[in-house]
């Protein structure tokens, strides 16, 4: 069964710091995908990356970047420079072969970025 | 172009009612969901579906029933509403063509009370 496992409940940091969020999964597959997704205070879910289990290349976008690592099951995500808009619950989510794309949850990371 | 859209945003319930929330997209995407987000358990399914007229259970289907009848809505109902039934409910859409899993969009969700 696939399971994903995001440790942090809750984490506070001072503005510009950097903050890494993990997430680590469980899948018995070889082909999945893996998503984050933020959801700030207003509710919304918002897609921010999506990397297949064949791509371990590390991705960076402006002060977001991730780390792929199949050695250890984890995809985890550092801002950099953290910013107060950058305050949100994070989610990471897998998504095994098989149809429909169902999405799996972890418990989410509240991420609060103090003035 | 509205993206997900979902009807009502709040709604209380008293134990024993029923109702039903609409979810609509006009992004012509095959696949839609429903989930339910609670405090610390991030997202978990409850229904989706692949297509116009086919639907199916997800990881905690019970209480629900849900029906696909065009492409662009999908239906959750409650036929009796229960307290533990007290949650946010989310929709959310994707794509299916591709051999890469794609991103799902979600809707603004609907924070459900019941009594």
């Known amino acids: 069964a696939q399971k994903v496992t995001q440790a942090q409940t809750e984490i506070s940091v001072v503005e510009k710091e950097d903050v890494t969020l993990d997430c680590v999964y469980e899948?018995?597959?070889?082909?999945?995908?893996l998503f984050w997704y933020k959801q700030p205070p207003s509710g919304e879910l918002v897609f921010l990356i999506r990397r297949n289990s064949f791509d371990e290349q590390n991705e960076i976008s402006g002060r977001y970047s991730w780390n792929f690592q199949k050695s250890t099951s984890s995809f985890n995500f550092t801002i950099t420079a953290s910013q107060v808009v950058d305050s949100a619950v994070y989610f990471c989510?897998?998504?095994?072969?098989?149809?429909?794309?169902?999405?799996?949850f972890g418990q989410g990371t509240r991420l609060t970025i103090n003035p | 172009n509205a993206g997900v859209t979902q009807t009502p945003k709040f709604r209380v319930l008293k134990t024993g009612q029923s109702m039903t929330l609409l979810c609509a997209q006009d992004m012509n995407h095959e696949y839609m969901y429903w989930y339910r987000q609670d405090p610390g358990m991030g997202l978990r399914l409850i229904h989706y579906s692949v297509g116009e007229g086919t639907t199916a259970k997800g990881e905690v289907p019970d209480g629900y029933n849900v029906s696909r009848l065009k492409k662009q809505n999908f239906l959750l109902g409650l036929e009796s509403a229960a307290p533990s039934q007290t949650s946010v409910y989310f929709c959310?859409?994707?794509?299916?063509?591709?051999?890469?899993?794609?991103?799902?969009?979600f809707g603004p969700g609907t924070r459900l009370t019941v009594l």
């Open positions: 899948t018995r597959d070889t082909t999945y995908y």
């Open positions: 959310a859409s994707s794509y299916s063509w591709g051999s890469a899993y794609n991103e799902q969009f």
């Open positions: 989510a897998l998504s095994e072969r098989g149809g429909a794309q169902k999405l799996v």
